[in-house]
């Protein structure tokens, strides 16, 4: 198997087997159980000494429990004599919190970071962090990977007469410029102001949009709330139609009655989440040939910046 080996945890199971397919190589085996208290417990049950291993986990919901998970697992690769541990964690748990942004609360993105490297895991693949500077609370190498690498094809399939692309807030800005740069489109930005506490949200528009079919680009979907808020700014607005684009599906709380019930005309996702229902409005997309050539290229200590050179 080349040196290197992918074993999965349990937080998504489908993504890594499609991994290991594209990598045409089986996923090695580990058993893990849970205790009647809830403690996990694994055991590597094949041999990794001088292996290069990777742990395919992201730490969604329930993201204490999978989070864990993780961490037994290369603490158990660690002792196991594994030459070196890359966490590939599709979607990072926690990232919201990357700041003090109000008086005594943690920044737990940094506590997690903390907590992945003690453990012993010595680089991590991720995709779309909620927040860059992430990267700068490990010291180890961190690939984060542009989900929106996903979407072209997708996008160029649909052949939309007169596609715009659109940041869904000031701070996705980044996010959509590279997108729009990859495709060749224009960029719009919705900017969200909330004028008093407990009054709805007023959607200013940067950008026209009368007559476009309007792609909206976020790394992630929560409740829905600022996407479906946003799709219907555009639509007063006189956009054609309104479809995003979101990374990672976190679709939590009212989310999947906002967008089957909103004027959102299509959501896509990638599947570094796996969703918890079907929905006529989402399509999702797999991540698993990006996840796995980055993987082959690591290893093989060849670019990954390539991937995303905008062409």
Known sequence: MGGYMIFSGTANVELANEIAKYLEMPLSKATINRFSDGEINVQITESVRGKDVYIIQPTCAPANDNLMELLIMTDALKRSSAKSITAVVPYYGYARQDRKAAPRVPISAKLVA??????????????????????????????????????????????????????????????ARYFAQRLGLEM?????????ANESEVMNVIGDVNGKDVILLDDMIDTAGTMV?????????????????????????PAYDRIENGVLDELVVANTIPMRKSSPKIKMLSTASMLGEVIRRVHNNESINSLFDVE
């Open 188 to 196: 719009v930005i919705v900017d969200k102001r909330r004028q008093k």
């Open 229 to 253: 808020k946003a799709a219907e700014a555009l639509k007063k607005l006189g956009a054609t139609s309104v479809m995003a684009c979101c990374t990672h599906p976190v679709l939590s709380g």
């Open 114 to 175: 903390n907590l992945m490297q003690t453990a012993g895991i010595t680089r991590m693949v991720t995709v779309d962090l909620h927040a860059s500077q992430i990267q700068g609370f490990f010291d180890i190498p961190v690939d984060n990977l542009y989900g929106a690498i996903l979407f072209a094809d997708y996008i160029k399939a649909k052949q939309l007469p007169n596609p715009i692309i659109a940041s869904p807030d000031i701070g996705g800005v980044t996010r």
